[in-house]
């Protein structure tokens, strides 16, 4: 089972922000966040990842609570193309290599 | 860089039919995985390849499918003989570390979707 809790889904307007929370209250101190996304019809695609600082890169943004229970991804002007569903997944050796995807978040980027 | 790919991109086949579907990994990347998602459900990994090796089939279904990875290039998924609840879309991923691990970011290719009437 995934190790995360997210909202079933969300609505962000174009052009805005848009902040995807993600729970994982049970995380352990050597296991990363990361965050990965499905657009219709494609594969998951890797958005970014961390530990515990905060990491920015040329798609996003993560936020990592200092207690590592909680992160949010940032999406800082999102368009109709970001329109996808958003997983959040813990990773670390305690499921090998393998990724446990979650239902994850559908956010909706509306005009 | 070339990203993963897969082939076919769609295959409809009959209940009982053999289906074999590709994956080209990231070039130079050691790790290939197999994930499938069945219609209503959550992404589930199947296996890993590290090289030409299996080093986890703890996802795979049953003893239908089969999984190879001749010399350690692209790998094969075919499902003998296909069943109705085998419908869905087969994912593959690579990575690039041998060592695998949590930062080893996996890369993933557009699918196959499997129909099987």
């Known amino acids: 089972d995934a190790k995360t809790t997210q909202p079933t889904s969300m609505d962000c307007a174009e052009g805005r922000a848009a902040n995807l929370p993600c729970n994982h209250s049970?995380?352990?101190?050597?296991?990363?966040v990361y965050w990965y996304r499905q657009i219709h019809s494609q594969g998951p695609q890797y958005i970014i990842h961390g530990l515990k600082n905060n990491e920015t890169n040329e798609m996003a943004s993560l936020i990592i609570t200092e207690d590592r229970k909680s992160s949010t991804l940032i999406l800082p002007h999102a368009t109709l193309r970001d329109t996808a569903v958003y997983y959040c997944?813990?990773?670390?050796?305690?499921?090998?290599?393998?990724?446990?995807f979650g239902a994850g978040t559908i956010l909706r980027v509306k005009s | 860089e070339a990203g993963v790919t897969q082939f076919p991109s769609h295959s409809v086949i009959e209940k009982g039919q053999t289906v074999t579907l590709r994956c080209d990994p990231i070039s130079g990347h050691d790790n290939l995985y197999w994930y499938r998602r069945v219609m209503g459900k959550e992404i589930k990994f199947l296996l890993h390849f590290v090289k030409e090796s299996k080093q986890d089939e703890s996802g795979m279904p049953n003893n239908r499918f089969l999984a190879e990875r001749t010399g350690g290039t692209y790998s094969t998924l075919k499902v003998q003989p296909a069943e109705l609840e085998d419908s869905g879309v087969y994912f593959c991923a690579s990575s690039p570390r041998l060592a695998g691990g949590p930062t080893d970011t996996q890369y993933f290719g557009p699918g196959t979707r499997l129909t099987v009437l």
């Open positions: 049970t995380i352990s101190g050597n296991e990363y």
């Open positions: 997944i813990v990773r670390g050796y305690e499921y090998g290599n393998k990724l446990v």
